[in-house]
């Protein structure tokens, strides 16, 4: 039987990476879960009908930086659920770029999908969750990128960090309604996102060599703890909390 709060889960940008690596371990434990996804149908029917043989899932594609769309589609995953439990908004890009050569586009998308979205999603989920009146759990994919930022990561870093801000009001304010919201803050997890980067055998040694203490790369696998305990029943006094997944990272001075 799943230790998890509630069996009815939402994630944002589910269909790949580390929110795949969510939904896994969320259908695995019983959970009925709904991906999100943007512009990736194909990847996301394959995902949810592999997932579905261990418990429902489903997807529905919606671009979260459009607040109609954003708000739309929260309100269809509690639809299709019959309510919500749990709601992870992990949705997010990285363009790396220089800071000298941001464009008003480039900044202007990033805080669009990463925050503005990450708001949109969790204040609907919200609202649904206080409406019920069961409680629920919020957590955000954040990055240690939230707490150092990082060359070509300027304008990626800014918006984690507001996720961070963003989720510790709101662990304040929802706490009455039992209501918990927290953060994972990855390290270099090797995604689509940093395929090239990570594959990079130049690069890749010299910065485990002197940012890792584990000594390699982060895989979305190793997110899975972290989402199975803050989503449990057993984390129900843990909130407005960052769990750093970083292999050590952000020990570093």
């Given at each position: ?9 939402l ?21 009925a ?15 949810c009908?592999?997932?579905g ?5 489903y ?12 708000r ?10 019959g ?34 979205g ?32 990082n060359?070509?990561q ?6 984690k ?8 009001g ?22 689509a996102?940093n ?24 895989q ?34």
């Amino acid at each position: 039987m799943s230790s998890c709060f509630g069996n009815r889960v939402l994630i944002t940008g589910g269909s790949r990476g580390i929110g795949l690596a969510y939904a896994e371990a969320l259908v695995e434990s019983g959970c009925a879960v709904v991906i999100n996804h943007c512009e990736d149908l194909d990847k996301a029917r394959r995902e949810c009908q592999r997932l579905g043989k261990h418990s429902p899932c489903y997807e529905i594609d919606a671009d979260i930086a459009k607040p109609e769309l954003a708000r739309k589609m929260v309100r269809q995953a509690a639809e299709k659920l019959g309510g919500l439990d749990i709601v992870i908004s992990n949705a997010g890009i990285c363009r790396f770029t220089s800071f000298l050569d941001l464009t008003d586009d480039i900044w202007g998308r990033h805080i669009d999908v990463n925050f503005n979205g990450a708001f949109r999603v969790t204040q609907e989920a919200a609202k649904i969750m206080v409406a019920a009146g069961h409680g629920g759990r919020i957590i955000f994919t954040t990055s240690i990128g939230a707490l150092r930022s990082n060359a070509t990561q300027s304008h990626y870093c800014a918006t984690k960090g507001g996720l961070n801000l963003l989720m510790q009001g709101m662990a304040l304010e929802l706490g009455q309604y039992g209501i918990t919201v927290n953060a994972i803050a990855p390290g270099w997890i090797h995604t689509a996102i940093n395929d090239e980067a990570s594959r990079d055998t130049t690069t890749v040694p010299l910065w485990l060599k002197t940012h890792c203490p584990l000594g390699r790369l982060g895989q979305p696998d190793d997110l899975k703890a972290a989402i199975l305990f803050l989503t449990s029943r057993e984390a129900s006094y843990v909130t407005g909390s960052t769990v750093s997944v970083d292999g050590g990272w952000n020990a570093q001075l």
